[in-house]
């Protein structure tokens, strides 16, 4: 069996680090994160401000009651094990307490190394997964380069570039996910990042769906088929999942389900329960005897270890069974309820029913008129932010409203230039072709002047069919119509060749057109003498890789300096991506505007606008995107610009 197969194989080892041990840690995750007072939590905390219920000793003083004391955000809060890594490992033993003057820096190492150690977790999940076979190989080597991550210094942590380490692993999470997936992928289950707060979703058939960081708070999934979903970060508070199957489900953590009030086990088959990777959790025995047949469900209510009823459901998979318990609080809940409401029911609707009722019939009220009549002012008029105030769901939907009409406004706002735009860019022709039309009919414009006339008519003609062609271009581009026919393309011929395509133009400007050395990431212009050649091989389509070039660098030929400035092209690469970079001395990018040189008919410093229909970079923009790729910007110190291509090695999106 080959080596990262062997991994996989015994994966759990890998991970067994990756749980939390209080007692090994400095209540770091007590102090380090801020918090507001919420559902999940009684106080309002900054970051790096100790909780009140922390003892001397780093222990919690409410811990047992944590849930009635208004604190349940910290019953599901998962370090995956971080906090007695900076405690014991990054900074020696050190604690905050008796040596303040790491304080700020352990809470900052510990809020990376959590990200790290969740990464980690991730990693393993993946190494488990049968269909993920084909990438254990780089899935084992990017738990390794993790690993080694998490015993670097406090000064290196700080220094880590914790989003391209992200990037790069939610890459193979992502590739990992999708094989596990393939058998039931549909486009209607792709939900990833939904909002489906509160949807009603019983008994919904999402096999293979994607649900990563989708919004499932307080949905209803009761009986629903959630086999191999795909439930990265997903919110599961107060969602039911009574009865959903939950088999093979995808990086599903254990903070989720508590978050839920639900426990993952497994059940050995005497019936024994066992917490998955050691986590903490109930124990006890529940009866299996009726479930004889694999992928058999069976569900029922038992008396655990910690002496409390617990409802249960267990779908045998071969000699296990997995077990999703949680506590069954119905009756003590029912009794609860019913004692208190009888001795104070009566004197409450008595003493107090009536004027409370009042009170509160105003204050929702009262901000709900003001939304009416904002909301009848909007399509006109527009509408400025309302106050927040009266009951938590009032000031939520107040809260929306704002964002809703805000956002309006800048729509309009975009509409209203868009507009202008097209006025600028379609008068300019028809004056031209007005003109001299007029010009030959009246005879004012005859003999050789007649023929100027018309070919100038004609070259306006031409600008007016570019600038529609190219509004088609966009509008295909974004309804998912490019039609991408991808092969395989070299980098570093790729920029060879444009470059050569574009040599004379630049010659006859003045402009020094130059390919730098192709390079690896983390390697800058020429590898060293005696370095493997870099890779620079992508499958993308040629046609709009070509016209990608072409639209950057006739920008740049059209703001550079004539004659005496430079265009540079580069590529590079890593596991997953190729670069192109194009780079000028020209006058750079107004400050603030590298992400709205995308939009349409944006014109911005006119020393970077030349005569075209300003749809150029948009194209670009789009046109990476279609391959599941991205186009960015920068301005370059003193003075000059680049955009930055990057494109996968295999598109993601083949519209």
């Given at each position: 069996?080959?080596?990262?197969?062997?991994?996989?194989?015994?994966?759990?080892?890998?991970?067994?680090?990756?749980?939390?041990?209080?007692?090994?840690?400095?209540?770091?995750?007590?102090?380090?994160?801020?918090?507001?007072?919420?559902?999940?939590?009684?106080?309002?905390?900054?970051?790096?401000?100790?909780?009140?219920?922390?003892?001397?000793?780093?222990?919690?003083?409410?811990?047992?009651?944590?849930?009635?004391?208004?604190?349940?955000?910290?019953?599901?809060?998962?370090?995956?094990?971080?906090?007695?890594?900076?405690?014991?490992?990054?900074?020696?033993?050190?604690?905050?307490?008796?040596?303040?003057?790491?304080?700020?820096?352990?809470?900052?190492?510990?809020?990376?190394?959590?990200?790290?150690?969740?990464?980690?977790?991730?990693?393993?999940?993946?190494?488990?997964?049968?269909?993920?076979?084909?990438?254990?190989?780089?899935?084992?080597?990017?738990?390794?380069?993790?690993?080694r991550l998490t015993r670097a210094s406090p000064d290196a942590l700080a220094d880590l570039d914790l989003n391209a380490q992200r990037r790069d692993v939610n890459a193979l999470l992502l590739r990992a996910s999708e094989l596990a997936r393939a058998r039931y992928w549909r486009p209607e289950t792709d939900l990833r990042g939904a909002d489906l707060i509160g949807r009603d979703l019983r008994g919904v058939d999402l096999r293979g769906a994607s649900l990563r960081g989708a919004?499932?708070?307080?949905?209803?999934?009761?009986?629903?088929?959630?086999?191999?979903?795909?439930?990265?970060?997903?919110?599961?508070?107060?969602?039911?999942?009574?009865?959903?199957?939950?088999?093979?489900?995808?990086?599903?953590?254990?903070?989720?389900?508590?978050?839920?009030?639900?426990?993952?086990?497994?059940?050995?088959?005497?019936?024994?329960?066992?917490?998955?990777?050691?986590?903490?959790?109930?124990?006890?025995?529940?009866?299996?005897?009726?479930?004889?047949?694999?992928?058999?469900?069976?569900?029922?209510?038992?008396?655990?270890?910690?002496?409390?009823?617990?409802?249960?459901?267990?779908?045998?998979?071969?000699?296990?069974?997995?077990?999703?318990?949680?506590?069954?609080?119905?009756?003590?809940?029912?009794?609860?309820?019913?004692?208190?409401?009888?001795?104070?029911?009566?004197?409450?609707?008595?003493?107090?029913?009536?004027?409370?009722?009042?009170?509160?019939?105003?204050?929702?009220?009262?901000?709900?008129?003001?939304?009416?009549?904002?909301?009848?002012?909007?399509?006109?008029?527009?509408?400025?932010?309302?106050?927040?105030?009266?009951?938590?769901?009032?000031?939520?939907?107040?809260?929306?409203?704002?964002?809703?009409?805000?956002?309006?406004?800048?729509?309009?706002?975009?509409?209203?230039?868009?507009?202008?735009?097209?006025?600028?860019?379609?008068?300019?022709?028809?004056?031209?072709?007005?003109?001299?039309?007029?010009?030959?009919?009246?005879?004012?414009?005859?003999?050789?002047?007649?023929?100027?006339?018309?070919?100038?008519?004609?070259?306006?003609?031409?600008?007016?069919?570019?600038?529609?062609?190219?509004?088609?271009?966009?509008?295909?581009?974004?309804?998912?119509?490019?039609?991408?026919?991808?092969?395989?393309?070299?980098?570093?011929?790729?920029?060879?060749?444009?470059?050569?395509?574009?040599?004379?133009?630049?010659?006859?400007?003045?402009?020094?057109?130059?390919?730098?050395?192709?390079?690896?990431?983390?390697?800058?212009?020429?590898?060293?003498?005696?370095?493997?050649?870099?890779?620079?091989?992508?499958?993308?389509?040629?046609?709009?890789?070509?016209?990608?070039?072409?639209?950057?660098?006739?920008?740049?030929?059209?703001?550079?300096?004539?004659?005496?400035?430079?265009?540079?092209?580069?590529?590079?690469?890593?596991?997953?991506?190729?670069?192109?970079?194009?780079?000028?001395?020209?006058?750079?990018?107004?400050?603030?505007?590298?992400?709205?040189?995308?939009?349409?008919?944006?014109?911005?410093?006119?020393?970077?606008?030349?005569?075209?229909?300003?749809?150029?970079?948009?194209?670009?923009?789009?046109?990476?995107?279609?391959?599941?790729?991205?186009?960015?910007?920068?301005?370059?110190?003193?003075?000059?610009?680049?955009?930055?291509?990057?494109?996968?090695?295999?598109?993601?999106?083949?519209?």
């Open positions: 069996m080959p080596k990262e197969h062997q991994r996989a194989a015994g994966a759990t080892p890998h991970r067994e680090h990756l749980r939390a041990d209080c007692s090994r840690c400095f209540g770091l995750c007590c102090v380090a994160p801020a918090f507001a007072a919420s559902a999940d939590f009684a106080i309002d905390k900054a970051a790096g401000q100790p909780c009140p219920h922390l003892r001397a000793d780093f222990g919690c003083e409410i811990h047992d009651h944590l849930r009635p004391r208004g604190f349940p955000g910290c019953t599901v809060y998962d370090c995956f094990g971080a906090g007695q890594q900076v405690a014991q490992v990054t900074f020696g033993g050190q604690d905050w307490r008796r040596t303040p003057g790491i304080a700020a820096q352990m809470f900052g190492a510990f809020a990376i190394m959590r990200q790290l150690h969740e990464l980690l977790w991730y990693l393993g999940e993946a190494l488990t997964l049968p269909s993920a076979r084909p990438l254990y190989g780089q899935l084992g080597r990017a738990r390794d380069q993790t690993e919004y499932l708070t307080g949905a209803d999934l009761s009986g629903a088929d959630l086999r191999t979903a795909d439930l990265t970060g997903a919110d599961l508070r107060g969602a039911d999942l009574s009865g959903a199957d939950l088999t093979g489900s995808l990086f599903l953590t254990q903070s989720q389900l508590e978050a839920n009030g639900v426990d993952i086990l497994i059940a050995t088959a005497d019936g024994v329960l066992h917490p998955i990777n050691g986590a903490e959790s109930v124990t006890g025995t529940i009866d299996l005897a009726t479930a004889t047949l694999r992928g058999q469900d069976v569900h029922s209510t038992s008396v655990f270890a910690d002496g409390k009823q617990h409802s249960w459901a267990a779908t045998k998979v071969n000699a296990r069974s997995v077990v999703f318990a949680t506590l069954d609080r119905s009756g003590a809940e029912a009794l609860g309820d019913l004692a208190r409401a009888i001795p104070i029911g009566l004197l409450a609707v008595v003493l107090i029913g009536g004027p409370l009722a009042y009170v509160l019939s105003r204050s929702v009220t009262g901000p709900l008129r003001r939304l009416q009549q904002a909301t009848a002012g909007v399509p006109e008029t527009g509408q400025p932010p309302l106050p927040v105030d009266g009951p938590r769901e009032v000031r939520e939907l107040t809260q929306h409203f704002n964002a809703m009409t805000a956002e309006l406004g800048v729509v309009r706002e975009r509409e209203e230039q868009l507009l202008a735009n097209l006025r600028h860019d379609l008068r300019t022709p028809l004056t031209v072709i007005g003109g001299f039309a007029a010009a030959i009919a009246d005879g004012t414009a005859a003999g050789p002047d007649a023929v100027k006339a018309g070919v100038t008519i004609g070259q306006e003609a031409d600008r007016l069919e570019r600038l529609v062609a190219e509004l088609d271009t966009m509008e295909r581009l974004r309804s998912g119509a490019g039609g991408l026919k991808p092969e395989q393309i070299d980098g570093a011929a790729l920029l060879a060749e444009t470059a050569e395509r574009f040599r004379a133009r630049a010659a006859a400007r003045g402009v020094e057109l130059a390919v730098i050395g192709a390079s690896a990431t983390g390697i800058v212009g020429n590898p060293p003498a005696g370095s493997p050649p870099v890779d620079l091989g992508f499958s993308a389509d040629r046609v709009a890789v070509d016209r990608i070039l072409g639209n950057l660098i006739e920008n740049a030929l059209a703001v550079v300096p004539s004659p005496g400035g430079h265009v540079w092209l580069e590529a590079r690469s890593n596991v997953d991506w190729v670069t192109l970079l194009i780079s000028d001395d020209g006058p750079g990018f107004p400050p603030g505007e590298t992400e709205r040189i995308f939009d349409r008919f944006y014109r911005g410093d006119p020393a970077r606008s030349g005569p075209g229909s300003g749809l150029g970079l948009a194209i670009v923009r789009e046109l990476a995107r279609a391959h599941g790729g991205e186009a960015r910007a920068e301005s370059l110190a003193p003075r000059g610009a680049r955009v930055i291509i990057d494109l996968p090695r295999t598109p993601r999106v083949m519209a």
